[in-house]
């Protein structure tokens, strides 16, 4: 059983960081991609960030460029994202994903996803 497991999130104020973690287990994690997107209230989920298999490729969503950053540890089977210069406009649910295939680069669709965390609360007030 695949299970993904976020952390990090928070309230916060206009100008300041968070780092979200997310802790995979039961599937070879160093194989596949990961992606972060996150849902603020009455909108649709968006992509924010994506990694391949082997961290060598990062791709952002324009809103979130040069202010967020994707990294992985496959030593620990985690993918971070590093959040910086937050925005009210960053206030939302964020949820990390495992691609659905294998040696990925990590796609901004969220239908590439099979799995996916419950989600962690990021606030970020004005």
């Known amino acids: 059983q695949v299970q993904l497991v976020e952390s990090g999130g928070g309230l916060v104020q206009a100008g300041g960081s968070l780092r979200l973690s997310c802790a995979v287990s039961?599937?070879?994690?160093?194989?596949?991609?990961m992606g972060w997107f996150r849902q603020a209230p009455g909108k649709e989920r968006e992509f924010a960030a994506a990694?391949?298999?082997?961290?060598?490729?990062?791709r952002y969503a324009d809103s979130v460029k040069g202010r967020f950053t994707i990294s992985r540890d496959n030593a620990k089977n985690t993918v971070y994202l590093q959040m910086n210069s937050l925005k009210p406009e960053d206030t939302a649910v964020y949820y990390c994903a495992v691609e659905r295939t294998l040696w990925g680069l990590g796609s901004q669709a969220a239908g590439s996803y099979d799995y996916w965390g419950q989600g962690t609360q990021v606030t970020v007030s004005s």
């Open positions: 039961g599937r070879s994690f160093s194989s596949y991609a």
């Open positions: 990694i391949s298999w082997g961290g060598r490729s990062t």
